[in-house]
């Protein structure tokens, strides 16, 4: 398959901009990074220092709890900080979003100049970049850094291939979750790049022991209403919450799942829907209206209310299953 090269790329245009950064270069994913979140931030930060941008790191500022996450910095000697570790973070600083944008709720509001996005998820405004490529078409974000090595005639190294590869793989769901002709093209290019036998140790580590724990308890919640499932877990991260609600949605007759996790800040939620009456991401928005915020793709999204939006005297769980209820009667 052939891939002319454009005369001035995304990424040429990007390395110019940041050539003028007046400090560091921070690449920043959303809080909890995924295995696509990394992986294009991996990805990201190879074609930067190819392009001689210095001073350049990736930073994230919540835990790293799953397994296969954990397991990927690991394989790969991603450099990746956290953003409380990171002492020289400061507002001469320039940072470049990946898999994230701007005023979501996966994502703190760094003391940084976010000067570019580069994302999959839904357009949220115009927030003052200097530089923007958002595909919300694309199931993963790791597909459109893959597009920036082919379309630059750069061979990704095996370690790079690899993680796009298992980036696009875990976000589409096998390529069978909002997977785009984009998202198959790149995973058919990055296939005979990457070493198989390293993906096939990372599905070897998509939960611990720890996890099937919080699982057990989780799934002792789980309520079934016709198609849609609820599912309560206690105060863990955005990925577990998100893979716990991909465990339900497979169960015999439930294509909706809204999991949520009640915080010390508020309550988090994730959204699975493969019921193409039933948008995850307009889901969420209906479920957050007038209290917090929420976004994401058709088939799932997430979104969180602050502790002081919610209402103390009326139980959430039974609130949010009414409204969601009563969404899925008038859209189904």
């Not at 270069?25 to 995924?34: E, K």
């Not at 298992?166 to 790149?186: A, E, K, P, Q």
């Not at 799932?300 to 502790?307: C, E, H, L, R, S």
Request: charged share 25%; proline share 3%; hydrophobic share 40%.
């Amino acid at each position: 398959m052939s891939h002319k090269k454009q005369d001035y790329t995304k990424l040429d245009e990007l390395a110019e901009i940041l050539k003028d950064a007046p400090d560091e270069v921070f690449i920043q994913p959303h809080n909890v990074p995924d295995p696509d979140a990394i992986a294009a931030s991996l990805g990201m930060y190879y074609l930067l220092s190819q392009r001689g941008i210095k001073k350049l790191s990736i930073v994230y500022d919540q835990e790293i709890e799953k397994a296969n996450s954990l397991k990927m910095l690991e394989l790969f000697n991603v450099p990746i900080i956290q953003a409380s570790r990171a002492a020289t973070l400061g507002a001469e600083d320039w940072a470049v979003l990946v898999d994230a944008q701007k005023g979501n709720a996966n994502i703190t509001d760094l003391p940084v100049n976010e000067v570019a996005v580069i994302d999959h998820h839904e357009h949220c405004g115009d927030k003052g970049y200097r530089f923007m490529d958002i595909r919300p078409e694309a199931g993963s974000c790791s597909a459109i850094i893959a597009d920036w090595f082919f379309e630059n005639e750069i061979e990704p190294p095996m370690h790079v291939a690899t993680a796009l590869l298992y980036g696009i793989f875990m976000d589409t769901d096998n390529l069978t979750r909002g997977v785009s002709n984009l998202d198959i093209n790149m995973f058919y290019r990055l296939y005979s790049l990457s070493d198989i036998s390293m993906i096939v140790e990372l599905k070897g580590h998509d939960i611990s022991a720890g996890d099937l724990e919080l699982y057990a308890e989780a799934f002792k919640t789980v309520e079934i209403y016709d198609e849609l499932a609820f599912l309560r877990l206690l105060n863990v991260n955005d990925s577990l919450l998100g893979a716990a609600g991909d465990i339900v949605v497979s169960v015999a007759g439930v294509n909706i799942v809204v999991a949520y996790a009640v915080r010390d800040k508020g309550i988090k939620l994730s959204i699975r829907s493969v019921n193409p009456k039933i948008k995850a991401n307009d889901l969420v928005k209906y479920l957050t209206e007038g209290c917090g915020v929420g976004g994401g793709h058709d088939n799932m999204a997430g979104g969180f209310i602050p502790k002081e939006n919610l209402n103390a005297s009326r139980d959430f769980g039974t609130f949010l299953k009414h409204r969601a209820i009563a969404y899925f009667e008038k859209h189904n």
